[in-house]
């Protein structure tokens, strides 16, 4: 393979037919052949385990959730057309797989064109942060989501929340969430709703082209937010009660890849092996939103305030978010003691957003954003913190 680059490395250097497209060689040839260079300035660590291969490890730990994503958006729809019971196995995932890859497709041509565009203009090396991007915003949106609204919403974020910073390690907020808010903003009626996170229409000829009337689409969390002062009895589309199972293992509506706990936790013991994400921000943030739920949950006048720490953890975006997103290394808190402190807050600013106002029912979203911000501050104090330690302990031993 290195062969392959090295015999055409010539045809898109300065000079060459094909010189316009040098960052899109250079791109797959660092993706596909480990480089033995690195940048001209600073020092750095020479290791094979480089920015691609840390994004393709992120990738490889989604597969899971968008496998079972997948499966699900065929459950579902099967489910509401009461078809379910006659319909395979392999049916039913080929046509969540029909639903889900277009979105994954628009995903990567927007956003790797984008970035792919910038970094010829700037003559530079293309930025590998999208491959995981990509990937994360089909699963962070309702099945039913156009794809030219996916299409506006990544081109928006991967200029103004990514490459207005300067690119992959700038950004200030996590890309995917941009998208998702933008598309939560702009176009609130395709984001929430009860019909939203079933598929309502066929899948290239697959399924139903019309769901059957009376049926409601709603989220477990949605189900919460509406019911008044009393914790409902949680129901699937079709009215059939829902167990923690059910939530567990992913048979809820939701959004592609957040429904399945077990798919995002297999993720989880992959990333924390490998290293990749920080296991400090995952537990701590399931600590903050349980105590938050816990404190709620005393209180308990409202239904959202019912909610035990276990209904937050497995039902929504939290699992997800706190997996793959909130231990993205470019915003989260990067030195050890603020990564606890950022996770903590995570966790209890989604309790809190869910619990507060019914308008946002998710909360993990704005949650991640809010801290995302704040990210750089907690770093600073205790970065401060330990200089201010570390002079008192001299002043000792003057």
Request: aromatic content about 12%.
């Given at each position: ?102 979105k994954l497709i ?53 200029i103004f929340a ?235 031993v003057q």
């Open positions: 393979m290195k062969g392959f680059f090295d015999k055409y490395r010539a045809t898109f250097s300065e000079g060459g037919k094909l010189h316009a497209f040098h960052s899109l060689f250079e791109g797959l040839e660092s993706f596909m052949v480990v480089p033995n260079k690195t940048a001209l300035r600073g020092t750095h660590i020479h290791d094979a385990i480089d920015s691609k291969r840390v994004m393709t490890t992120v990738v490889l730990a989604l597969i899971p959730a968008m496998l079972f994503g997948m499966y699900n958006v065929g459950y579902q729809h099967y489910l509401a057309i009461n078809e379910l019971s006659t319909t395979s196995f392999w049916t039913i995932f080929a046509f969540g797989l029909l639903a889900v890859l277009p628009v995903a990567y041509i927007v956003g790797l064109g984008i970035e792919f565009t910038v970094a010829q203009w700037k003559k530079e090396e293309i930025h590998e942060g999208f491959l995981v991007t990509g990937f994360l915003i089909p699963l962070i949106v309702p099945v039913d989501t156009p794809l030219w609204m996916i299409a506006i919403a990544t081109a928006m974020a991967v990514k490459e207005v910073f300067g690119g992959t390690g700038y950004n200030v907020f996590n890309v995917a969430l941009i998208t998702r808010a933008i598309l939560f903003f702009a176009y609130p009626t395709m984001m929430t709703g009860d019909n939203v996170f079933v598929r309502t229409g066929d899948s290239f000829g697959l399924g139903s082209g019309t769901l059957v009337d009376g049926f409601s689409g709603a989220t477990p969390l949605g189900q919460i937010a509406t019911a008044g002062d009393k914790m409902p009895v949680l129901h699937d589309i079709v009215g059939n009660p829902l167990s923690m199972m059910d939530a567990f293992l992913g048979f809820i509506p939701g959004s592609i890849g957040e429904v399945s706990t077990l798919a995002i936790l297999l993720g989880a013991i992959f990333l924390i092996w490998t290293g990749v994400a920080s296991w400090k921000i995952m537990l701590s943030g399931v600590v903050g939103a349980s105590l938050m739920a816990l404190l709620f949950n005393s209180i308990g006048t409202t239904a959202a305030m019912q909610i035990t720490p276990l209904t937050h953890l497995l039902y929504g975006g939290f699992a997800f978010g706190i997996v793959f997103m909130a231990t993205d290394p470019v915003t989260a808190a990067r030195t050890e003691t603020g990564k606890w402190i950022y996770g903590f807050l995570v966790g209890v600013m989604c309790v809190f957003i869910r619990v507060l106002n019914p308008g946002y029912p998710e909360g993990m979203m704005l949650a991640i954003l809010l801290l995302n911000v704040f990210a750089p501050l907690i770093d600073y104090f205790v970065v401060d913190a330990n200089i201010k330690r570390r002079m008192k302990r001299l002043k000792k």
